[in-house]
């Protein structure tokens, strides 16, 4: 019969696709991590079909994992209620980039009202220099934000990374050759704040080449940003993922562009504060939903 740590260390193989990544999730080494699916394979059977990079489940191993999935959930909840963690009292002030409010945000809260029913989260959306510079003020607990950003007294878990890309409605620059910085510089752009890393970016990328845009409009509202996009007022600058429904309706394209664009990465920040465990717990609750969103994403070939 498998036992608890061997389903965890089964899961995160199967959710990482890869027996490295699992070990150092895990915190063990990955001599230990093959000897437990080693195991398991020997009672249950092929879980898994060994690549030359990674492995991926085989049909046994999909229904193992369900199972697992279920194992752990009880397991946390039990470990909860035997350790009286939900009956923990609280609010969990959360800086949270909106990038991350359009992908998974919902998830992380269901996540943390399962794990911590008796914390609230008081929720602040603003960019990334103004949720460190709450931080380092004490102003909110956790930000999800780009990074890492290295201080002192401060943690990071990362992420996950999402591409950027230039993206405007049809009619604007219709036809698939691909498009110079000086052709896409003739409409107005369209992106995150001045004091955010894709600003800061693209006026580098304009400056390096000796070009004058003929605008670039700035906010901190993406849903604004998407908005003036989808009515061709411009060329938007931010990530396909949050994009998605308007790329299936056709509303928006991300279009064929040489200039390449770096992607956004975003990380856990908190303050190393023992006193309030479940802030760290919190993080480690958003690296999980993180990295499950973008392994379904990148399954989806989006």
Known sequence: MADFRSLEVFYWVAKLSSFRRASEKVN???????????????????????????????????????FAERFLALQTEMSAALHETGRTRGTLRLGV????????????????????????????????????????????????????????????????????????????????????????????????????????????????????????????????????????LGICVIPPAVVEAELRAGTLRVLPAEPQLSDLTFTAMHTKRPAHHFVADAARLAQDVAETWAAETWAAGR
């Open 97 to 232: 980039s909106e990038t991350i409010v359009h992908l998974w945000l919902s998830r992380f809260i269901e996540r943390m009202r399962a794990s911590h029913p008796g914390i609230g989260v008081d929720i602040t959306v603003d960019i990334s220099p103004n949720m460190q510079a709450a931080l380092v003020a004490d102003e909110i607990d956790l930000a999800f934000l780009v990074g890492p950003i290295t201080l002192p007294s401060f943690a990071n878990r990362p992420l996950f990374s999402t591409p950027v890309a230039w993206i405007a409605a049809p009619g604007l620059l219709p036809g698939d050759e691909p498009l110079s910085l000086g052709a896409l510089l003739h409409h107005p752009l369209i992106t995150y704040p001045r004091n955010t890393s894709p600003y800061v970016e693209l006026r580098d990328l304009v400056l390096q080449e000796n070009l004058l845009p003929s605008q670039i409009h700035t906010s901190a509202s993406l849903a604004t940003i998407v908005k003036m996009g989808v009515e061709g």
């Open 28 to 66: 063990t080494t990955q001599p230990a991590v093959s000897q437990r699916i080693a195991a398991l394979e020997h009672e249950y059977g092929t879980l898994f079909e060994r690549r030359s990079r990674d492995v991926a489940l085989t049909e046994r191993g999909r229904l193992l994992l369900g």
